[in-house]
């Protein structure tokens, strides 16, 4: 159960998981300014031991930093956000679910497998939990158009952008607008890949089956932070709709507190910030 404050409001106790990091560092004055948020303890191993205002080179804060999840975990809490690496997101979720933690993931790199384990987690502990490929409102509108258009095009592609040190292909905003896409899109049209002539692969990665498989193509270059971009033909016209994340981390934030606000209203797993949204 969510704590009281000296004002009465219910306070969402937080542990934030990568609270250092390139998103993390957004979230954590979001959510001193908020009055119903309190972070209570966050994970990062490079600064574990430290007050999490000083490791972030400001005054002390009162938020411990621990190196495990475990460890975090033994504070008393509500909701685990998690914006860390794709090798270690679901051990955290897992572990946050078994502790009674409702969970936000804005961690990349998980695909329907393992929201489906998630899943079965959350609903044996009764706790929700929310992941977003992108936290964003502008990418959640790419999703919320594209599955729009799908319903009217048959043939689609995507093409996923991002820095040459992103560790996983596609990204989190590709992989869960692909796995959407595939369960609504028409048969393709286009020449079956088993059937291609030359190098298969060069016809991108398969998310879905069959025609309603829908292909990625993944570009990991300097310059880029993330782009995705959902490539509709039709004989004689054709139909691009692209988000373009540019170098802040602010857009990820006002999503991600929504969804830590909204997360304990319901049990299992929920894809994508478009769910929370009219
Ligand atoms: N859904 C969305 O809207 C968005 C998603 N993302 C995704 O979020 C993730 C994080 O991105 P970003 O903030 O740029 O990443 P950063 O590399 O900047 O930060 C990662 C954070 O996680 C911590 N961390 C990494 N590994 C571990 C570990 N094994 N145990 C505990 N803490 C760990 C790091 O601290 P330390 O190394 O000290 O442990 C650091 O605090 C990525 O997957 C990215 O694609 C990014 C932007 C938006
Ligand atoms: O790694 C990043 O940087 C980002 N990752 C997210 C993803 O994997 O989709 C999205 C965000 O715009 C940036």
Known sequence: MPAGNAKGILMIRIILAGATGWVGRALVPAIDKAADLELVAALSRNHAGLDLGVALGGKPSGVPVFARIEEALATPADVLIDYTKPNVVKAHAL???????????????LGAADYAELDAEALAHKRGLLAAG?????ATLLKRFTLEAAKYVADVELIDYASATKPDAPSGTGRELAEALAGVRQGATSRPVSEVVGV???RGGAFGEGAHEVRVHALRLPSFVLGVEAIFGAPDERLTIRHDAGSSAAPYVAGTLLATRKVSGWTGVRRGLDTLLD
């Not at 572990?95 to 990349?108: D, F, P, R």
């Not at 992108?134 to 502008?138: D, G, Q, R, V």
């Open 95 to 109: 572990a946050a679910l078994k502790g009674g933690l409702n969970v936000v993931i804005g961690t990349s790199g």
């Open 134 to 138: 992108n936290f964003s409102i502008t």
């Open 200 to 202: 298969p692969e060069t």
